[in-house]
């Protein structure tokens, strides 16, 4: 291999690893914000309607959960997430006898 070769090597590979980090902390603050909305609309709403706004944000992650490949980390964060967002309904529904 070239230097030259070696040197695009190089600079492909820290592209890649730099678009993966922002690509997870993108989706990590969406995870976040779909999560703190959900606990003001506790608030502002009934809990019904957190239980659908953390429906809708399930169903995406929950089909990469089962159709994405286990061995990607972002099929291990989302079902890391849709952990996180089951525990959030349960706590909802128990607290709030929905």
Do not use: C, F, W
Not at 8 to 25: C, P, V, W
Not at 45 to 55: E, G, M, N, T
Request: aromatic share 4%; glycine share 2%; charged share 30%.
């Amino acid at each position: 291999m070239s230097k030259r070769e070696e040197l695009l090597a190089r600079h492909r590979h820290r592209l890649t690893q730099m678009m993966q980090r922002h690509q997870q902390e993108i989706s990590d603050l969406i995870a976040d914000q779909q999560l703190e909305l959900a606990e003001l609309m506790l608030h502002e709403d009934d809990a019904q309607r957190a239980l659908d706004v953390l429906s809708i944000a399930k169903a995406p992650l929950q089909y990469e959960v089962t159709y994405g490949n286990p061995q990607l980390a972002d099929t291990q964060d989302a079902k890391h997430l849709v952990h996180i967002i089951d525990r959030t309904i349960k706590h909802i529904n128990e607290k709030y006898r929905v």
